[in-house]
Every structure is written in C-alpha cells, then in structure tokens.
C-alpha cells in the first residue's frame, strides 16, 4: 500500500508527504529550544545561532523548510539517475521517516544545515559521468563540502567520497584530485584569512585539532529509545547492503557506478560518525541521509513487495510511536 503510494507520481503522495512533515514536526513551533547549540569548529553555524537563535518561529520555519527541500532533491537526484523510477516519492518519503526518528533532533540543527551542502554536492558529482570537462563540477563539489564542514565540521570526510567517485570512475588524472583539494581548501583560506587579522588564529587551531578524536562509543550514553532505532536501522542498513551487493553486478555499468558510489556514501557517513566524540548524537544524526538512501534502493530492487512494504510499515510505526511518546522510555 506505501509502497504502492509513494511509487506514484500522484499529487496526494506528495501531499501526504508535504502534511507528514508539518503535522510531525509542529512540535518545532512549540520547542523552548529552537535551534541546536553552538558546536566547536562550525562558524558557520554559530554565525547562524548568533542571528536567530532565539527566534523560534522563524527557526521553524526554516527547518521544515530544509526539510522538505533536502527530501525532494535526495529523491530528484535517485530519480534523475535512473536508481528509483522518475514517477516516485518512496526516497523523500524513507528521508522524512529516517531523520525524524530522533526525537530531540526535531529543531534546527547543524546537521540540518549541513546536509543540504552535501546532498547538493553529492548530485554535482553524480553528473561527473557524462561530463567531459569536469574541472568546474569537482572544484564546486569540494567547495560544497567545505561550506557543510563550516556548518558540522565532521562533513570533511566527504572528500573522500569524491576520491572514491574518481576511482570508480576511472578519473586518475592528477588535475581532477589537485582540483577538487582547492575547492575545498578555498572556504577555509578566506576563513584563516579571517581569524589571523582577528588575532584568533592560534587559538582556533587549537580547537580544529581538538575536534579530531573519534568517537568512543563505551563512553556514548543515550536513552532506551535511540538504542532501538539504531539497531533497527542498522539491521535493515546492513540487508539493504547485502541485497545491493549481491544484485551489483547484474546491473549496466553506468547503474553499477552509481550503486558503488551509493555504497560509499554509507562507508564514509559512517567514518563521520567515528570522528563526532565533540559532537555527540549528530554523528548519528549525519548518516541518516546515506541509510535512507541505502533502504530506499533494496526496496527499489526488491521483488517481494510482501517484504519491502513491512519495512516501510515498520519504519512508519517506529516514526509515529516516537512522535507521539510511545517509546520515550529511558
């Protein structure tokens, strides 16, 4: 039935997907804390913080609105390189129920932010395979993900998912990695530029090194709750993962390039959780996007709809069960 509804490219699953946003996160009009702390190394954001921190409407806004956009471009960009059918809604509809499952996360938040850059550099790099002058398209992408670093600094792991694009792509050409590390560098020689004629320029190196810990998950505390959904999703992450892997080669080439690099996207979000230690829960909050996506193309590929349809029943419930507290124990 979802399945069957989001595969439409009807205006009620579109609908339906723009009131499931605004009727589960009304809760954001309502919180006494609007947006997300300042974090360490993410000026951007503090920037952000500083202006409307304590405007909470218009925070509200704001996310739902990101929101909304980041769901509908993760499915343009799966839709528009033949990985789900042009007619659908199922990726932005799994995007609104992965990243709504943490509750606390329901504000505006660094990641929020972050994501939009990445998402946007993600569909850049994707265009690299029918380009033939490719210089502009990996210089924009490393700017990007230099932008999303500014606002969730772990976000600098991302480069290496456009070195791992260049070698599925066969691109061994020196210009493409030297030009893609100048686009990323850029942003952040305007920012040194910046703190050294503030005189801040030591003491922020000090914090940039201290932001490079990984993460050690013996000294992560979290609630009942949050241990539920990450087995979930980490359970249905890690089938999606297999059933791509075992179906990969099965599929044309162009397809197979684009499959790898989604499996990438999942490798890496992961290796940017290890670096989050100074960032708590957002290093989870961070790899919901390539999860979403992961899930999304097993049930793209599946064909026991019996079975795809209780994984979108089940994500749906663990989403509702959160929103209205069922599961909100410690």
Do not use: Q
Not at 50 to 61: E, P, T
Not at 119 to 147: C, M, P, Q, R
């Amino acid at each position: 039935m979802l399945n069957k509804l989001f595969n439409s490219n009807s205006i009620s699953s579109l609908v339906i997907l723009i009131l499931t946003v605004l009727i589960f996160w009304a809760i954001a009009f309502t919180s006494a804390v609007p947006m997300a702390n300042p974090i360490p190394v993410s000026p951007l954001y503090n920037i952000v913080f500083r202006y409307i921190g304590d405007l909470s409407v218009v925070c509200a806004f704001i996310t739902l609105g990101l929101l909304i956009l980041e769901a509908l471009l993760i499915n343009y960009v799966l839709s528009e390189n033949d990985l789900i059918p042009r007619n659908s809604y199922i990726a932005a509809y799994i995007f609104i129920l992965v990243t709504g499952l943490f509750n606390d996360h329901i504000i505006l938040h660094p990641v929020l932010i972050a994501n939009l850059f990445i998402i946007a550099a993600f569909w850049l790099f994707l265009k690299l395979y029918e380009e033939h002058d490719a210089y502009t398209t990996v210089f924009n992408t490393g700017t990007l993900i230099s932008i999303a670093s500014m606002f969730y600094f772990p976000s600098t792991v991302f480069i290496l998912l456009i070195w791992a694009g260049f070698i599925i792509y066969r691109l061994f050409s020196w210009r493409e990695w030297f030009i893609s590390i100048l686009g990323f560098l850029l942003p952040y020689l305007f920012l040194g530029s910046y703190y050294f004629w503030n005189d801040c320029f030591a003491a922020k190196i000090s914090l940039y090194k201290e932001a490079f810990k990984f993460i050690n998950f013996n000294n992560f505390s979290t609630t009942t709750y949050i241990y539920i959904i990450l087995a979930v999703l980490g359970l249905l992450s890690s089938f999606a993962l297999f059933k791509l892997l075992v179906i990969i080669n099965e599929k044309a080439i162009r397809t197979r390039k684009f499959l790898s690099i989604m499996i990438w996207y999942l490798i890496i979000s992961f290796a940017s959780l290890n670096l989050s230690a100074e960032f708590g829960v957002f290093g989870f909050v961070m790899m919901l996007t390539s999860v979403s996506v992961i899930i999304t193309l097993y049930i793209n590929y599946s064909k026991k709809s019996i079975l795809t349809e209780g994984v979108l029943i089940l994500l749906a419930l663990l989403f509702i069960s959160g929103r209205l507290g069922l599961l909100s124990f410690n």
